[in-house]
C-alpha cells in the first residue's frame, strides 16, 4: 500500500513557476508508477504527466508539453512536477497518484493523494 502527500501548490501570475512535490510512504514506492492529475471546479479529473518506476519513460497531456516536468527521486520516495509558463486554465487542485501500470485514466489508478491547489491569475 501506498499513502501520498502532495505539497507545493499556490497562487502565481500567468507566466510564472512552480514545483509540486508528492511525498509516499511504503518500501515498494520504485515499483510504482506515478502520476500527476488535475480537477477545476466543474470539470472531470484529467491526466497531467506519469513516469515509470526507473524515470526513463514519460508521458504528457498534450496541454502541459513542453512546460511541465515530471520526475522522481526513489531514495526519497518523491516524484515532482515542475510547472513553468503557467496559464489561468492550469488553475486546479493537482493530485499524485500511484499504480502498478501507466495510464491516462483516473480509475486506473490504485493510490491517490488528497491534492494541493494550484491557481493561475492573469
Known amino acids: 500500500q501506498v499513502q501520498l502527500v502532495e505539497s507545493g501548490g499556490g497562487s502565481v501570475q500567468a507566466g510564472g513557476s512552480l514545483r509540486l512535490s508528492c511525498a509516499a510512504s511504503g518500501r515498494t514506492f520504485s515499483s510504482y508508477i506515478m502520476g500527476w492529475f488535475r480537477q477545476a471546479p466543474g470539470k472531470e479529473r484529467e491526466f497531467v504527466a506519469w513516469i515509470n518506476w526507473s524515470g526513463s519513460l514519460t508521458s504528457y497531456a498534450d496541454s502541459v508539453k513542453g512546460r511541465f516536468t515530471i520526475s522522481r527521486d526513489n531514495a526519497k520516495n518523491m516524484v515532482y512536477l515542475q510547472m513553468i509558463s503557467l496559464r489561468p486554465e492550469d488553475t486546479a487542485v493537482y493530485y499524485c497518484?500511484?499504480?502498478?501500470?501507466?495510464?491516462?485514466?483516473?480509475?486506473?489508478?490504485?493510490?491517490w493523494g488528497q491534492g494541493t491547489q494550484v491557481t493561475v491569475s492573469s
Open positions: 497518484a500511484a499504480d502498478r501500470a501507466p495510464g491516462t485514466r483516473p480509475d486506473g489508478y490504485d493510490y
